[in-house]
């Protein structure tokens, strides 16, 4: 088959500081291409040096020109940037050849069937969006859901990793159940490993002798970050546990890759911290390279993954094949991927009071924590790595052909 993975054409691909949908697409493409397909994914370019067609990990990648919207507000720039992106895109499929196409982003896709509907027979919709996952809906979730609706009736098929928003897809927007197919994420256990030596990144990141507790994903209320500074308030000042440090790890505006400056939310939390007299405590590092994200998780004691509205969020996995106890919420995925007392916790949403305690007992039961992170390893290997997640993506590839 020749498949086609489209980016959303906003952060690199292969990833070099983060992103959760672009690590999936590479990694689906790789695995496939060592399974004798031929892959390609669409991606733009991000400097005049980039070339228009790379072959990364057996992988073709076609890097197609197209710039940021400068000043303009996030929105509005990323639903522009989209538009014109179909456009560029629809023009390369044109004069390709595609047996099935792969697409993550739903503003980008109902352009793109707009401007060429043959394509709808051919194109697997990947949902990746957390909206559906709250408990009440704003304006903006609801015109994003209307708008993903759209893409899922319009396609051939659409892949979710979490089975209750696959059933809620199939119910809102009233499509038969085969068409909805669950395929859960997949982590490279080559890269994400337990047993790194993380000596030159505690020096790097100054954190001799402490407990690390961290945190990795985009700054926003979405994530909970406020409640993990409140669970270290607790930790800290009620529980003098003054050896331990909370390290935020990644964007804090948007999708912001280039540290330049903080949005409200992470002004509010900073605040925060100063209230509560955290700032030895507490450190955000903004966006890091890969290589020391994966260091950092062999650095750490544990993950935690505060999320008050989430789907599928990778760092769980990346966490558990590092070998790590993850903390994380009832919400999404992460009541089937971390199995609570064995692998991890899963606390209540917004609560820090639970989450200050989980940290708490890991942090005393060393052997505890351990055996934790040895049973997180061995339930990503069994059930999702990179391998067996292309394996059941080519089988949705295959039945979009019929």
Known sequence: MNIV?????????????????????????KQISE???????IDRKYSQDDPQHEIINGVNIIRLKQGLLRG?????????????????????LKLNQSDVIYL?????????????????????????????????YGLIDKIAIYIENKVIKASKLTVIANEIIAAKIVQQVAVPAGKVRIVPA??????Y??????????????????????FVGRVCAEKGVEYLIKAANIFINTYKRNNAHFLIVGPVKYFDTL???????????????????LESHVTFTGVIPLEDKIMLYSACDTVVVPSLVDLDPVVQLEAMASGKPVIGTDIGTMPWRIQ????????????EQELADRIEYLLQNPSEKIKMGAYARRNVEENYSTQKMALKMLEVFRDALL
Not at 35 to 41: D, P, R, S, V
């Open 5 to 29: 993975l489209i980016s959303g054409g906003w952060l690199r691909i292969p990833p070099q500081t983060g992103g959760g949908v672009e690590a999936h697409l590479f990694n689906l493409a």
């Open 104 to 136: 993550c982003v739903p503003i980008f896709g109902v352009c793109l069937f707009l401007l060429n509907a043959n394509l709808k027979k051919k194109t697997v919709y990947g949902s990746h969006i957390i909206r559906r996952t709250k408990m009440k």
């Open 259 to 277: 540290n330049k400056a903080a949005d409200g939310y992470t002004v509010k939390l900073k605040q925060m911290i100063s209230g509560f007299n």
């Open 186 to 191: 997949g982590i490279d256990l080559q890269e």
């Open 35 to 41: 399974l004798g397909h031929n892959i390609f994914i």
């Open 72 to 92: 303009l507000p996030y929105t509005l720039k990323f639903f522009l940037f989209q538009i014109i992106w179909a456009f560029k895109v629809n023009k390369w």
């Open 193 to 214: 490993k337990p047993g790194y030596d993380a000596t030159e990144i505690i020096k790097k990141y100054r954190l001799e002798n402490k407990a690390v507790i961290l």
């Open 340 to 351: 609570n007392n064995k692998s991890g916790f899963i606390v209540r949403l917004g609560d």
